[in-house]
């Protein structure tokens, strides 16, 4: 599967965004799917993940209340909507994919499939 994350900005604190990460490939539905996020200088750190259903969703307690998770089967599209931005949920998103439900969902290593990343930026 080839993943496509869209979505980012600019925005004032307090604002609101919504990424979309594109699917191609006919197995989308079957797919465990995640978000994850890099700042400057800083690892790669979980955000969201979403079972191939729907079904079953799972935060960072960070963004736990401001953020949501969904996907469309039937449009092999993911998204995040984030709410309430903060100056530090600055950093470049990547949406994520694996065949199989991670062991460890929040893990990078689990995941076999990255889009190439849109970049957040939440101002003061």
């Known amino acids: 599967v080839q993943l496509q994350a869209s979505g980012g900005g600019l925005v004032q604190a307090g604002g609101s965004l919504r990424l979309s990460c594109a699917a191609s490939?006919?197995?989308?539905?079957?797919?465990?799917m995640g978000w994850f996020r890099q700042a400057p200088s800083e690892e790669r750190e979980f955000v969201a993940a979403?079972?191939?259903?729907?079904?079953?969703?799972y935060y960072t307690d960070s963004v736990k209340g401001r953020f949501t998770i969904s996907r469309d089967n039937a449009k092999n599209t993911m998204y995040l909507q984030m709410n309430s931005l903060k100056p530090e949920d600055t950093a470049v998103y990547y949406c994520?994919?694996?065949?199989?439900?991670?062991?460890?969902?929040?893990?990078?290593?689990?995941?076999?499939?990255w889009g190439q990343g849109t970049l957040v930026t939440v101002s003061s």
């Open positions: 490939g006919r197995t989308y539905s079957s797919y465990f």
């Open positions: 979403i079972s191939w259903s729907g079904g079953s969703t």
């Open positions: 994520a994919a694996d065949r199989n439900r991670p062991s460890r969902y929040s893990y990078t290593g689990d995941y076999a499939y």
